[in-house]
């Protein structure tokens, strides 16, 4: 069912105002509107972790195969990435 967003400043009322910000442009659902890998890197909240001259690019892009499914639900990416995840950590699958 359907939930109202929470802003994260709610839920980490404490946390650095830079990090919800990275944090909040990171998990954009739709990948177009999401921050690229370098916008992320170039944030001022990574700003004294990053260094471009130790921080190559690649030179081509990574894809997942199902994002090229357009008839592609939500639910059914969300088992999709479930499942993936599901390889990584097991226990996950008897979850309720």
């Known amino acids: 069912p359907y939930q109202p ?11 650095n ?11 954009v659902f739709n990948p177009k509107k999401r921050i ?12 004294s972790l990053h ?4 921080e190559p690019a690649s030179e081509g892009f990574f894809e997942f195969d199902f994002e090229d499914d357009q008839k592609l639900k939500e639910d059914e990416l969300r ?3 479930f499942e ?8 996950m699958k008897d979850m309720p």
């Open 5 to 15: 967003r929470v802003p994260f400043t709610k839920l980490y009322p404490n946390a």
């Open 17 to 27: 105002p830079l990090a919800v910000d990275l944090l909040e442009k990171m998990l």
């Open 36 to 47: 690229t890998v370098e916008q992320a890197l170039r944030h001022p909240y990574l700003g």
């Open 51 to 54: 260094d471009e001259s130790v």
């Open 79 to 81: 088992d999709r990435v």
């Open 84 to 91: 993936e995840m599901c390889l990584y950590h097991p226990q």
